[in-house]
């Protein structure tokens, strides 16, 4: 993971995800790009005839504003010890993260961000979505991965390998009656091709899925999360809920590194 993008916004969350790219780019000697978005389309309202208007000034502001916020952060950057630059766009979030990360290793959001749901769904490399309460220092001491067998499992723990190598203690988490077809010794064997020793903990379901796995972080004190990010449609998600969901709406709770 050495190109590092971050979703980069003012205020005290903001600073906590860019500390913690910067970390992750000080554990693999890597670089990080600083995304500063303007969505100018949230100023654009469209009417029911087909017209619209367009708030300028407000537009005019929120440019001036994000420009020299990332010209305050260019030059905090810039005295520090990783390499960086600075991007700025004005477009949909989603879009304008998309774009950027084709070369990217690894996107990092905020947890309880709309991004950090739907960035998955649109990008091919893994997401990060940090904790708005303190950064994720690098290396980790403990990480779980959730197994199912899934595509979107296998992909998640494929680009977390670079986090999991440099990590204290790797558990992989499978609830009973998970589908047998790749089983989660795969996953243990996968991992230790790459140097990585994981522990198996297959968990009796009590409840649902999500609040089985929440118990077993909370008992493990895991600070990170790796699990595929799975696509419902938005009825589906608003009558029945998601796991993905679950962990990206919970209070507290270990960072997720999510992927598709």
Aim: overall charge negative; aromatic content about 4%.
């Amino acid at each position: 993971m050495r190109s590092i993008l971050v979703h980069a916004e003012p205020g005290p969350a903001g600073s906590i995800r860019i500390d913690s790219a910067l970390s992750l780019a000080r554990m693999t000697g890597g670089h990080v790009t600083l995304l500063v978005d303007t969505p100018v389309t949230r100023y654009i309202a469209v009417d029911a005839m087909g017209g619209g208007t367009v708030a300028a000034e407000a537009i005019h502001e929120a440019v001036a504003e994000d420009d020299a916020f990332a010209r305050t952060i260019e030059g905090q950057v810039a005295r520090g010890d990783v390499p960086c630059d600075i991007v700025r766009v004005e477009a949909d979030p989603i879009d304008a993260l998309s774009d950027a990360a084709r070369l990217a290793d690894v996107v990092v959001v905020a947890r309880g961000a709309v991004v950090a749901g739907d960035l998955p769904l649109s990008t091919r490399c893994p997401v990060l979505a940090v904790n708005a309460e303190e950064p994720l220092i690098f290396p980790i001491e403990k990480a779980c991965v959730a197994w199912d067998g899934s595509a979107e499992a296998a992909h998640a723990l494929r680009g977390a390998v670079p986090i999991l190598a440099a990590c204290g203690e790797v558990i992989v988490l499978t609830v009973e009656d998970a589908p047998a077809e790749f089983p989660a010794t795969d996953a243990l064997a996968y991992l230790s091709r790459h140097g990585v020793g994981a522990e198996l903990q297959v968990v009796q379901r009590i409840g649902s899925v999500e609040d089985t796995i929440s118990r077993e972080l909370e008992l493990n004190q895991a600070q990170l999360l790796v699990m595929g990010a799975f696509s419902h449609s938005r009825l589906r998600e608003f009558l029945f809920g998601g796991v993905t969901r679950h962990f990206l709406e919970q209070a507290g709770g270990p960072a997720l590194l999510l992927a598709h």
